[in-house]
């Protein structure tokens, strides 16, 4: 699970990854008699690590607020990312060997392709095996141009669903079926989305956030000025949890940073450090992306948050020990 969600999490949006993971694996851990948070557990630690990729939107808005560029801010954070991998294949063997202590041994009799099709209700009529090498190369061709930045996502990804659609189901009726089956979700997302951008509307344009952010400024006392890199790796995680991204990266870490500047630090190591704690912002009521994840999988949203956050809390710390060790966040 771990592995296959920290693949798909490739492209920076944790909605993909959820309805990809949720679909494969969620037949399993219902064959197996899993507790279905462990697969939401899993899948979210993996794209909370993935979440910072340059396409993704913490890290964009990063770049956006401080005026600076992908490789000052990503590139350094690298290492850590790949050691947070590490650290959720690592929570995921935890996860099986505690499994595997309560369930035992199971033996499945049942092919899996049938056992997927039919706890998602699936007709597996509408698969294309033929056409499997095809899609990996409209699949591949669209990873290339995410890294490379060829065009702009939403141009990547409408024109891959385009070839796909018309080269899998060319007839009109098939594609507006095909639509139809995934429109609940799509909506169910998109509403989210326009419910928490009006919230945090509100908090912008009553002038809230502003108010927020120069309080917490002036909570800061001077001696604390030179480590604010590490207070900020700590700190970011339950304020983005409490507020949503626009209103930190916007409101309150470019105050941050400017005064962290008149004690030498940097603000490429703002920048950086302000990203170390999306593993628990993504917990956040305000992310639509997990209420989506939760009903997938068929689990109490607050049951998922109480279940995943100390793991999400040791995404965190880890990623900060590292880049403290490899210099990348200055002590």
Request: charged share 10%; with cysteine.
């Given at each position: ?186 909506m169910i997302v998109a509403g989210m989305v326009f419910a928490a951008g009006i919230f945090t509307g509100i908090l912008a344009g009553t002038k809230m956030v502003d108010a927020m952010s120069q309080t917490i400024v002036t909570l800061i006392p001077n001696s604390l000025g030179p480590h604010l890199p590490i207070l900020t790796g700590l700190t970011s995680a339950p304020f983005t949890f ?46 639509p992306s997990t209420y989506l994840l939760a009903g997938l999988a068929g689990v109490d949203f607050g049951d998922h948050q109480r279940f995943t956050l100390k793991w999400a809390c040791g995404t965190v710390l ?14």
């Amino acid at each position: 699970t771990a592995v296959l969600a920290l693949s798909v999490s490739l492209d920076g949006d944790g909605t993909t990854t959820y309805i990809i993971v949720v679909a494969a694996m969620l037949p399993l851990y219902k064959r197996l008699k899993m507790n279905p948070l462990i697969l939401t557990a899993t899948a979210f630690l993996s794209s909370a690590v993935m979440n910072i990729l340059p396409w993704g939107g913490p890290t964009a808005r990063v770049l956006s607020a401080l005026h600076l560029d992908s490789s000052q801010v990503f590139t350094p954070l690298i290492p850590a990312m790949v050691v947070a991998a590490g650290w959720v294949i690592f929570v995921a063997y935890i996860f099986g060997k505690r499994e595997r202590k309560r369930l035992g041994i199971i033996t499945i009799t049942e092919d899996a392709d049938e056992l997927v099709a039919e706890a998602n209700h699936e007709d597996v009529s509408l698969r294309r095996p033929k056409l499997l090498w095809l899609n990996a190369l409209i699949t591949i061709a669209l990873l290339v141009g995410l890294f490379t930045d060829a065009m702009p996502l939403p141009v990547l990804f409408m024109t891959a669903f385009a070839l796909g659609m018309l080269i899998n189901y060319p007839r009109l009726g098939e594609q507006r079926n095909r639509l139809n089956a995934h429109a609940g979700n799509a909506m169910i997302v998109a509403g989210m989305v326009f419910a928490a951008g009006i919230f945090t509307g509100i908090l912008a344009g009553t002038k809230m956030v502003d108010a927020m952010s120069q309080t917490i400024v002036t909570l800061i006392p001077n001696s604390l000025g030179p480590h604010l890199p590490i207070l900020t790796g700590l700190t970011s995680a339950p304020f983005t949890f409490f507020m949503s991204n626009d209103a930190y990266y916007f409101g309150i870490l470019p105050l941050v940073t400017k005064a962290a500047t008149q004690f030498g630090v940097t603000v490429e190591a703002m920048g950086r450090a302000s990203l170390l704690g999306q593993s628990v912002h993504l917990l956040s009521p305000l992310v639509p992306s997990t209420y989506l994840l939760a009903g997938l999988a068929g689990v109490d949203f607050g049951d998922h948050q109480r279940f995943t956050l100390k793991w999400a809390c040791g995404t965190v710390l880890v990623m900060l020990v590292v880049c403290l060790i490899l210099g990348v966040v200055p002590v």
